[in-house]
């Protein structure tokens, strides 16, 4: 929540819906007019309605390159990536046709060698480390972002 709070996204992506804990609590913070797409390979649950005027686009039994392969067909830009997923090979080029100059991602289970490690360093590869920052994860979680450096500004003290 309190990412997707300080970023206010428009447009967000979700690649892993499971029982929707974390497209909820996206909606809750995000301004009225938001848009969530979110895919899950391996679940159809039915997301609730929302009580904001926050949109979520589900793509059930889909995976993440079938959800980025729509999004990029409809000419979708968007503002944050929330990877709860495994990424695949083939979602790269998409993500890169769907990203812009601000575009965060979000990686969560970032610890060890979980999916949340290899999506953050196959971005990194794939986008071009000199234009993100890698912000590890407090103490004791496990979600890390992708910072673009557009977005960083750092003031002498």
């Given at each position: 929540q309190e990412i997707v709070s300080h970023f206010q996204p428009v447009t967000v992506a979700e690649v892993?819906?499971?029982i929707g804990r974390s497209t909820a609590a996206m909606?809750?913070?995000?301004?009225?007019?938001?848009?969530?797409?979110t895919c899950d390979v391996s679940n159809?649950?039915?997301l609730p309605l929302f009580s904001n005027a926050v949109g979520v686009c589900q793509y059930p039994k889909q995976t993440s390159t079938q959800?980025?392969?729509?999004?990029?067909?409809?000419g979708t830009r968007v503002d944050l990536f929330y990877i709860d997923?495994?990424?695949?090979?083939?979602?790269l080029p998409l993500?890169?046709?769907?990203?812009?100059?601000?575009?965060v991602f979000v990686a969560d289970d970032f610890v060890g060698i979980e999916k949340g490690?290899?999506?953050?360093?196959?971005?990194?590869a794939g986008l071009g480390a000199p234009f993100?920052?890698?912000?590890?994860?407090?103490?004791?979680?496990k979600t890390a972002m992708l910072v673009p450096n557009t977005l960083l500004q750092f003031t002498a003290q």
């Amino acid at each position: 929540q309190e990412i997707v709070s300080h970023f206010q996204p428009v447009t967000v992506a979700e690649v892993g819906t499971f029982i929707g804990r974390s497209t909820a609590a996206m909606a809750k913070v995000m301004q009225d007019g938001g848009m969530i797409h979110t895919c899950d390979v391996s679940n159809d649950i039915k997301l609730p309605l929302f009580s904001n005027a926050v949109g979520v686009c589900q793509y059930p039994k889909q995976t993440s390159t079938q959800m980025f392969q729509s999004l990029v067909g409809s000419g979708t830009r968007v503002d944050l990536f929330y990877i709860d997923g495994r990424l695949a090979a083939d979602d790269l080029p998409l993500i890169k046709k769907l990203m812009h100059d601000r575009t965060v991602f979000v990686a969560d289970d970032f610890v060890g060698i979980e999916k949340g490690v290899a999506n953050a360093m196959n971005l990194l590869a794939g986008l071009g480390a000199p234009f993100y920052t890698l912000i590890y994860p407090r103490l004791m979680r496990k979600t890390a972002m992708l910072v673009p450096n557009t977005l960083l500004q750092f003031t002498a003290q």
